[in-house]
């Protein structure tokens, strides 16, 4: 095999810790988890700030639990570098055709596949270690969230709906934090998963751009395949989903009226990506892409926001 050295991928920022002061032994593998891109553990943690933040506010707490929230961040970083490495095990052929992915460490030779498989069972059993911590419902629910983890990376081989299948498994954090401060899920965080998956789904469209003329070549399939010339229009019936399920939520757990502002101004945010969506600039699909961390962050900052005025004030936002 060729071994094609890379110190950076295409949509890693550069002069990135990892490519700059990382050891070179452990470059290729902090890669392989996506250390140097952090967007993809951030949209998996923000469902599980939103729900921790959301039955907060239901359950009458000031603030979301502190030590969930922090469990969350420890779990979405090393699942996020799990689900990868896996994934990227699985399409180790196909990456190789595709220009953004073909320097990625399995494709380019830098990691051997049994190397990935150790790396990937230790990222793991870290999550597992997470997930042990929680409560007996939560513990049963995370385990299931491993079945939408497991057949994503074969759905861009057989459907043009691969981004479906990975909002199922981003969204699942949405049911998680209600889950572990309940023990249970109750109709908002069903609503609020709902507004994940749709939420998952546009974003990951709009990162799908950035691979159309490649993913034809190579025959992956994917929603922005799909849509095409309509992949705005797509994105926009998305986006709208995932901000009417957003406001089921708030409203089934009773929230305030900051909760309602929050909503707003998240939907603000993902209109202003639909506008500027150009199918022909992969260098601003990331970018729309990688902005839906601020989106995530003004909705969670807007939940936590309005358990700690109906705290102070109980009665007067409700």
Not at 67 to 72: H, N, P
Not at 94 to 113: F, N
Not at 189 to 209: E, F, R
Request: contains cysteine; positive net charge.
């Amino acid at each position: 095999m060729v071994v094609r050295v890379s110190r950076s991928v295409p949509d890693a920022k550069r002069g990135n810790w990892v490519d700059s002061i990382a050891p070179r032994w452990a470059a290729p593998y902090l890669r392989l988890a996506r250390i140097d891109r952090p967007i993809g553990w951030w949209l998996l943690l923000l469902p599980c700030w939103w729900s921790a933040a959301l039955v907060a506010g239901a359950t009458g707490k000031p603030f979301p639990n502190l030590i969930d929230c922090a469990l969350f961040w420890i779990g979405a970083v090393a699942m996020r570098g799990a689900g990868s490495t896996y994934n990227d095990l699985m399409d180790r052929d196909l990456d190789a055709r595709v220009a953004r992915t073909r320097d990625r460490p399995i494709a380019s030779g830098q990691v051997s596949g049994g190397s990935a498989a150790l790396f990937c069972a230790f990222q793991c059993l870290i999550g597992l270690l997470v997930l042990l911590t929680f409560n007996h419902f939560a513990i049963g629910l995370g385990f299931l969230s491993m079945l939408p983890v497991l057949i994503y990376p074969f759905m861009k081989r057989i459907t043009s709906w691969p981004q479906a299948v990975l909002g199922l498994a981003f969204s699942w954090g949405a049911l998680m934090g209600w889950a572990a401060a309940e023990g249970s899920v109750a109709a908002p965080a069903v609503w609020l998963y709902g507004a994940a998956v749709a939420w998952t789904m546009g974003y990951d469209t709009i990162y799908a751009v950035q691979d159309i003329e490649d993913d034809a070549i190579a025959g992956i399939r994917s929603t922005a395949l799909l849509f095409g010339s309509k992949t705005p229009l797509a994105v926009g019936v998305l986006y709208g989903t995932a901000v009417f399920l957003a406001f089921g939520a708030i409203i089934t757990a009773g929230s305030g009226w900051v909760a309602y502002g929050a909503v707003a101004a998240f939907s603000a945010h993902l209109f202003n990506q639909i506008v500027k969506i150009r199918l022909d600039d992969g260098a601003l699909a990331l970018k729309l892409f990688q902005s839906n961390r601020n989106a995530g962050l003004i909705l969670f900052a807007g939940l936590a926001l309005d358990a700690a005025v109906r705290h102070v004030v109980p009665g007067l936002l409700g």
